[in-house]
């Protein structure tokens, strides 16, 4: 509470308007359900970073035949690879990106699980 207290008080002497104007997060909605998603399954969401991360080495590197850990993790952790396409859903929405960048990491995701 105190970091979203800090943050607002931040914007509103960035922006310089007054106490009545609040920060609004970019589809409320989408983000609740993420929330409540990640709040069934705490444990999980702390292998989403590395397996995103692992899917973005892969992603770019020119050889991804030495990269088996994120197979691994989204194979043996299939709610973290689930919390991973939410949050990619979540942030290519919020940011108004192309539908592209969601499936690309979407079907990423669903194929590496298929393994």
Do not use: H
């Not at 499936?103 to 669903?110: H, R, V, Y």
């Amino acid at each position: 509470m105190d970091q979203y207290k800090y943050w607002k008080k931040l914007y509103q002497i960035a922006s310089n308007k007054g106490n009545d104007d609040e920060i609004e997060l970019p589809e409320w909605d989408l983000f609740v359900q993420l929330i409540r998603q990640f709040l069934e399954e705490p444990y999980s969401t702390s292998r989403v970073p590395l397996l995103l991360r692992e899917i973005a080495f892969e992603t770019m590197s020119a050889d991804s035949t030495g990269y088996t850990l994120s197979r691994q993790l989204a194979t043996k952790y299939s709610q973290a690879a689930k919390f991973a396409i939410m949050i990619a859903s979540y942030v290519c929405k919020a940011a108004l990106l192309p539908k592209d960048f969601d499936s690309l990491i979407s079907e990423k995701l669903m194929y590496l699980q298929s393994f």
